[in-house]
């Protein structure tokens, strides 16, 4: 029979393109029978096809025990196949996994180094925890092999056993330092990878491995092994600090020596993690000139982010930010070179860039900082500036910035600068008449991360150990403002915190700060986009606190009212409407004491419009009208948090005692008007410190131990009085059972009623309630259709009497005691009654008593 080889498959599959899945669906048709026949040269090539088409994405798991049969077979090339078969479709559940143990441990005892190297190979791709454990020792028994490549790849098997079985690295330790002594280098390379490896788990467990890979370190002159050494000393050295002086040494002269960039990167990046760069003692650099090692491994990473190669920028980037954390005046000095990296178009370059940029911020180049990241938003095609004809602006403003996110057709102006012309939007022309070339498609400032990190990290350097790189409030305030409209992302929290800190902390810049709040408020397209947690409305919502607490800093304006009453109002959650309804009042307050200090009659006209008006505005906005179409205390809405209703009530009450008061001209103002303010500016209200509490002295003579109150009584033993007595009257009780038992189940449909639990009755003592003897019976007239049964029932309580009483007799006689507490008697109310009118059940034969009847 003639059969496909591998080669004939794989030119079948280049001459059927159009229908490959048929002819690989005949080929696997074909394989299946290939490998039921007893020929193993014909069962090893249609593995050898299987291992092919796995490749391509087929599985072929239904051959793992064809694949073992192939693994066992005496010629090399064959078990070669089945090997590769293991490693390629075997996973941790292959059942047939456990066939393969004795046959596995057979091919690495051969005398044949080829096959015990397939079976090292195999093994570690397919180990598992029960593999592992069998095999150990039969692997570590190769690493004493005479062929050096056997040992290297008996080494790395190890390695992957001990990931699967642990307990097996008490019994590698050894090996492994016999192994740094190999005379092949190539298996102390291995070696020295293999602890690299396992130190990352535990580095603890390799250090008395240090003398010997120092001494590997310098006398080797692989770079590869060097780099492993190097690295495993960046994991001993913060678990022992005297190898920092050890190693200082051999690390400077690696550094000022070699020419590969990664072998230098692992020196400068062992140097600074390892704090070896804090050892003092100099070093002479490539010129013979005795310099700081700090200040040699910082001159090397210039290499590294000026290169071409975007990982080598990177990666010199990241060593910049750990030597930065140690020495940053060290990196100060190559701000320029990190300020170019800001502009790199790969996006991962640019964020290690903004790390170790916002670290180099001084006073001197915080502006400078400032322009560049806040030109990258305003550049990026989230932001769009257009010019326009004019804008209410702070500064030298002339264009204004349009978002294309989410909100279509919102044109927002930045209103950015301060009057000394600082303000980054001073260089708007440029950018403008460059924008040209950086629109032609989505750019890295477009990404929403990247964004928030320069938002982040702007803020971070303005207001570092407490604003001390800061000489210009009013420009950060300003800066602040543009990141409102700049920023593309939902940085609302960040910015409003940030606003309300300066302007409380920073006395100067307050009038300024409430100027620039005034005219976000009257921004129109912001206000359309405040809605309750976005970002616009959490500004805005510190933009009319900061505009209410300060407004005395600034003329009073009647329109501040309007604008802290916007339309979009109803938007906002209940502490944010709190917010604005408060700063209106302190708005409204401050207007009336300064338009009194000029009374006139037109002064009293304006007031009582003003006062219309904004209780017209509170009734538009959240508030019910009656039927008079006018305002009462009592018409808020139910709906309304807490907080709002209260300062609306509180609003309102102002607006109508103003009413009243301005109700007829007069020549001077009301006191009302110029009283009512110091309701809100009576005391200050300034920042305290998180620590404050702490630093107020104790005064004398108080205790703070001893409890303010009396001791609070013991409830645990209070004794409660004893239940009233019960009433000796049962058919009274009992007649008022019903309707007390239906007056209790409509009390439990009330709201304010607190159920007791169970029956009153039942709270009452057993010996308290009557004896079953002493209940009387009630004689029931049942009229002409019970007569029959009752003269049957009255003969027959005749006959039994007489037995029933000398029972009695006799049970009184023999118990002296008196009778134990029966079970309570629930007497059921008019409800439960039976019907009369229904006929009687038949007398059972058994005889009752007559209590019983």
Not at 73 to 91: D, N, T, V
Not at 288 to 303: H, P, Q, T
């Amino acid at each position: 029979m003639f059969e496909k080889s591998l080669t004939d498959l794989i030119q079948g599959l280049r001459a059927n393109k159009r229908n490959e899945a048929d002819y690989i669906q005949k080929s696997l048709e074909e394989i299946q029978s290939e490998v039921q026949q007893s020929d193993m040269y014909c069962k090893s090539t249609a593995i050898d096809k299987l291992n092919y088409l796995h490749m391509l994405g087929y599985d072929t798991n239904w051959a793992n025990f064809n694949a073992v049969e192939v693994m066992a077979s005496p010629r090399f090339g064959e078990k070669r196949k089945g090997y590769l078969a293991a490693a390629q479709s075997f996973h941790q559940e292959t059942d047939v996994l456990m066939l393969a143990t004795n046959l596995i441990r057979k091919d690495l005892a051969s005398s044949n180094a080829m096959e015990v190297s397939v079976a090292l190979d195999g093994l570690a791709q397919v180990a598992t925890p029960e593999l592992a454990t069998d095999l150990f020792d039969d692997v570590a028994a190769v690493l004493g092999h005479s062929r050096p490549f056997i040992r290297k790849k008996a080494l790395v098997c190890l390695y992957r056993l001990v990931l699967k079985h642990p307990e097996g690295l008490h019994a590698l330790a050894p090996q492994l330092r016999e192994r740094l002594d190999d005379p092949d280098p190539s298996v102390v390379s291995s070696a020295v990878s293999v602890i690299c490896e396992l130190a990352r788990t535990n580095p603890h467990n390799y250090l008395p491995l240090a003398p010997r890979l120092y001494q590997l370190m310098n006398s080797s002159t692989n770079n590869w092994m060097l780099i492993k050494i190097v690295k495993l000393f960046a994991s001993l050295t913060p678990i022992e600090p005297r190898l920092a002086k050890k190693l200082h040494g051999p690390l400077s002269q690696l550094i000022c020596s070699t020419s590969a960039m990664s072998l230098l990167y692992e020196c400068i990046h062992t140097a600074v993690v390892g704090d070896i760069i804090g050892v003092p003692l100099p070093v002479t650099d490539s010129v013979g000139r005795e310099i700081d090692f700090a200040e040699l491994c910082a001159r090397k990473l210039v290499l590294f982010y000026e290169s071409a190669d975007h990982n080598l920028r990177y990666v010199g980037l990241v060593t910049l930010a750990q030597l930065q954390a140690r020495r940053p005046e060290l990196v100060v000095n190559q701000y320029e070179t990190v300020l170019k990296c800001l502009d790199d178009p790969d996006l991962s370059i640019r964020m290690r860039a903004l790390s170790v940029i916002s670290g180099m911020a001084t006073r001197r180049t915080l502006d400078r900082t400032v322009k560049r990241l806040m030109s990258q938003l305003i550049l990026s095609n989230t932001i769009r500036l257009q010019p326009v004809a004019s804008l209410p602006s702070v500064g030298t403003t002339e264009y204004s910035c349009k978002y294309n996110g989410d909100a279509a057709d919102s044109d927002l102006i930045a209103l950015a600068t301060d009057a000394t012309g600082a303000s980054l939007v001073s260089a708007r022309g440029s950018i403008v008449q460059s924008r040209q070339l950086t629109a032609a498609g989505p750019g890295p400032a477009d990404s929403p991360e990247y964004r928030l990190l320069v938002v982040e990290a702007i803020v971070d350097m303005c207001t570092r150990q407490s604003y001390a790189n800061l000489s210009n409030f009013e420009w950060y305030v300003a800066v602040l403002v543009d990141l409102v409209y700049s920023a593309g992302v939902d940085v609302g929290q960040l910015l409003s915190e940030k606003l309300l800190d300066v302007t409380v902390r920073v006395r100067q810049v307050r009038e300024f700060s409430v100027r620039l709040m005034r005219q976000m408020l009257s921004d129109s397209q912001l206000a359309s986009r405040a809605i309750s947690g976005s970002s616009a409305a959490k500004v805005l919502c510190t933009a009319a606190y900061i505009l209410g607490e300060y407004c005395s800093l600034l003329p009073a304006n009647s329109e501040d009212i309007a604008l802290l009453l916007p339309k979009c109002l109803d938007k906002l959650d209940g502490e944010q409407q709190a917010t604005f309804i408060q700063a209106a009042i302190k708005a409204y307050t401050n207007w009336l004491r300064d338009v009194a200090g000029y009374w006139s009659t037109e002064i009293w006209e304006l007031v009582r419009a003003v006062t219309a008006s904004t209780m017209s505005q509170l009734s538009d906005l959240l508030l019910a009208k009656t039927d008079d179409n006018a305002l009462s205390g009592n018409s808020a809405v139910a709906e309304l948090p807490l907080q709002v209703s209260s300062r609306l009530r509180h609003f309102v009450e102002i607006t109508k005692a103003v009413s009243v008061a301005t109700s007829n001209p007069s020549e001077s103002a009301p006191q009302l008007c110029l009283e009512l303010h110091e309701l809100f500016t009576a005391y200050e209200l300034n920042p305290v410190s998180v620590a404050a509490q702490g630093k107020v002295p104790q005064p004398d003579g108080l205790d703070l131990d001893s409890p303010i109150g009396g001791p609070i009584p013991d409830t645990e033993h209070i004794m409660f009085p004893p239940p009233p007595p019960v009433s000796s009257e049962p058919r009274q009780r009992a007649s008022q059972s019903g309707s007390g038992r239906k007056q209790r189940r409509g009390q439990k449909n009330e709201p304010f009623y607190l159920d007791g639990g169970d029956d009153v009755r039942h709270s009452h003592s057993l010996a308290e309630l009557p004896d079953v003897d002493d209940i009387p019976v009630v004689q029931l007239d049942l009229g002409g259709q019970g007569s029959e049964n009752a003269t049957k029932t009255r003969s027959k309580k005749k006959k039994t009497r007489t037995k029933d009483g000398a029972a009695k007799r006799e049970r009184r006689r023999r118990v002296q005691t008196p009778s134990p507490p029966l079970a309570p008697v629930d007497i059921a109310g008019d409800e439960d009654m039976p019907d009369v009118s229904a006929p009687l059940p038949q007398p059972q034969s058994q005889q009752t008593s007559p209590a019983q009847q």
